[in-house]
């Protein structure tokens, strides 16, 4: 268990946490949420040691161990796989369990043929993936993940969802991916206005929270303003009067005691739309047999053959690698094709966010700068308008380049996106810096465009809110996929998505079955699977069916305490207080029983997938 108590950390005038406070109790999957630039990394420096906090103590247990994925790239071994061996926890034994590296390691990614490459020699990302391997292999107290996603591709992103689900140990993790957040933890917790929230459940969960105690906040001030105006105008009209003097200085006095509420600052929010470009036609661009390679007989993309309507929503989807940004860049002209056509209609007007843009941008110049020059009439009032909407009000808008952070620099490249029409949006990865409120204004964004939108991305999220056709990049051609992404995992599926894990060359002893025996036993065992699974699945539906009836009990008694609140009735608030109570507490508790019963699922699943995969290689 690790407990922080008043935790205090500035820079300067930015003051991150005020006498924070939060507990991680064993087998805690927690999501930290929270605006860009408000503390999110600053708090895993601090909980790491790379940092310290101007007040407030962290409380680690002795031989506790914090795994994190590190950004810093230091090999000491000559192959892949001795470099994730170095990672293992030892063992009194001395047992051989590089079985599981290998298993992490084709998780992540990597093929068997790279299990002996030299860690040096893989590219940026593979590298990364390496770092991120040796932390799962290492088998950590407490695991520590900031934005892994950004450095997977969705195969290997689906992988790491699913080893983080049987995760038995503490995890705290930063994505922007709200669906990934989601999927794999038991609580969130949210860094809001210098202080922290943390509860049970999804990030909503802790968004409707903190959204009502702010509305209570501001109608309690509003409430205070009115009773304090009310008791100065007492004591203006009655001060000169000696058979009031009592009265006055009782209330003079009340009103020396009673703390001012301040009003709260509001939350800059992304808020924007795309400007759609006007288009007649039924198609914006036509590919023929498109045929692209960077090297002599191995294309990544050979023959394919689509078009791209006005209202498409097409997502290009794919490991890393493959060809999807080249994709990208033979539509945009960016390259040109060894063979085959891309053919514009004469009215496409499209916008291209890359991936290499944020390197584009000039380090010298200033927000400012960078939004104008992209304006077709250099307008600097449009330009400052963009900056306004793009989180950069004022002054902010004079802010270099070279001084913002990844987020910001993605907020740049968008506002460049809006300041000419377009029918056509051509975005690559647009999320990697963004958090996740603006995330939501992004697809918001694109749900509202009035145009085609093609994106490459590996957030399941973003797929199944938006994607209608799908390009997929796997098996080592590209194709086209009408239907939803839904469609295309209930239709097809990744190719050699789950790879089998290694054997332990030590476990059993490789016995034969009898084929006739191997078929009953097999029958057998799918009955007990399906009654076992079935049990679980049921209390499953069942407690899951009782939190959506007390969140609606919750949802109509915030209402009802708002109200009161507004009237003034505090009986009524106590009541609905208690009650409100009892049942976050019954939620509570029914979520911690739907995690066990969520654990003990995955783990009977694995258990029996396990077994039956033995049965079908003789195991």
Not at 52 to 60: A, E, K, L, T
Not at 167 to 174: A, D, G, N, P
Not at 269 to 293: C, R, V, W
Request: hydrophobic share 35%; with cysteine; charged share 25%.
């Amino acid at each position: 268990m690790i407990q922080v108590s008043n935790l205090y950390k500035s820079y300067g005038q930015q003051v991150l946490f005020d006498k924070i406070g939060f507990i991680i109790n064993p087998g805690e999957r927690i999501g930290l949420v929270g605006r860009n630039g408000h503390g999110k990394t600053t708090l895993f420096r601090l909980m790491l040691g790379q940092e310290h906090p101007d007040s407030g103590v962290i409380s680690i247990p002795a031989g506790y161990r914090i795994g994190h994925l590190s950004q810093h790239i230091r090999f000491s071994e000559d192959t892949v796989l001795k470099e994730a061996c170095l990672s293992l926890p030892p063992r009194e034994d001395h047992k051989d369990e590089s079985y599981k590296a290998e298993a992490i390691l084709m998780g992540l990614g990597f093929s068997t043929d790279d299990f002996s490459i030299d860690p040096l020699r893989l590219s940026g990302g593979f590298q990364v993936r390496l770092n991120l391997a040796k932390v799962l292999v290492s088998d950590p107290n407490l695991l520590l993940l900031d934005e892994p996603t950004n450095y997977l591709d969705i195969v290997s992103l689906r992988w790491l969802v699913q080893f983080l689900r049987s995760w038995r140990k503490e995890l705290m993790i930063i994505t922007h991916d709200r669906s990934i957040m989601d999927s794999v933890t038991t609580h969130t917790m949210a860094i809001h206005r210098c202080g922290i929230k943390k509860i049970a459940g999804p990030t909503e969960n802790v968004y409707q929270q903190l959204l009502l105690e702010e509305e209570i906040y501001e109608k309690t001030r509003i409430n205070d303003e009115k009773k304090r105006t009310e008791i100065e105008q007492f004591i203006n009209r009655f001060r000169a009067k000696a058979t009031k003097a009592k009265a006055v200085q009782s209330r003079v006095k009340a009103l020396q005691k009673q703390e001012r509420l301040e009003k709260l600052s509001d939350t800059r929010n992304l808020d924007f739309t795309f400007n759609s470009a006007p288009f007649t036609g039924k198609q914006l661009m036509e590919i023929t047999d498109l045929y692209f390679g960077f090297k002599f007989g191995e294309p990544l993309i050979d023959r394919l053959s689509f078009y791209i309507g006005k209202k498409d929503r097409i997502a290009i989807i794919g490991k890393n690698g493959k060809g999807k940004t080249t994709l990208l860049n033979l539509l945009t002209g960016e390259l040109a094709p060894l063979s085959g056509e891309v053919h514009c209609h004469n009215d496409l007007k499209f916008a291209y966010f890359g991936q290499t843009n944020i390197n584009r941008l000039d380090p010298q110049k200033t927000v400012e700068e960078e939004i104008m020059d992209a304006h077709p009439d250099h307008n600097r009032g449009v330009s400052r308008s963009i900056c306004g909407i793009m989180m950069f009000p004022k002054d902010h808008a004079l802010k270099k380049i070279s001084v913002l952070s990844g987020g910001e620099k993605s907020r740049v490249l968008l506002g460049k996106l809006l300041v000419s029409p377009a029918n056509m949006l051509i975005l690559d990865e647009p999320t990697n810096h963004l958090d996740m409120e603006s995330t939501d204004s992004l697809l918001e964004a694109i749900d509202e465009f009035n145009g085609a939108v093609v994106i490459v991305t590996h957030s399941e999220m973003i797929l199944h809110a938006i994607a209608t056709r799908l390009i997929v990049f796997d098996g080592g051609k590209a194709t086209l996929f009408e239907g939803t992404y839904q469609d295309f995992l209930d239709r097809v599926g990744w190719s050699n998505e789950t790879p089998p894990a290694p054997r332990d060359p030590k476990a059993n002893g490789g016995k034969a079955v009898d084929k006739k025996l191997r078929r009953r036993l097999r029958a057998e065992l799918v009955n007990e699977k399906s009654r076992t699974l079935g049990a679980l699945q049921k209390r499953t539906i069942e407690i899951e069916s009782e939190i959506m009836g007390l969140e609606a009990m919750i949802k109509q008694g915030n209402k009802e305490i708002m109200d009161a609140s507004a009237k003034g009735d505090g009986s009524a608030i106590t009541s609905l207080s208690k009650s409100l109570h009892n049942s976050q507490s019954r939620i509570e508790s029914l979520f911690s029983e739907l995690e066990q019963l969520h654990i003990e699922l995955e783990t009977r699943t694995q258990e029996f997938e396990e077994r039956l995969s033995g049965m079908e290689t003789g195991r």
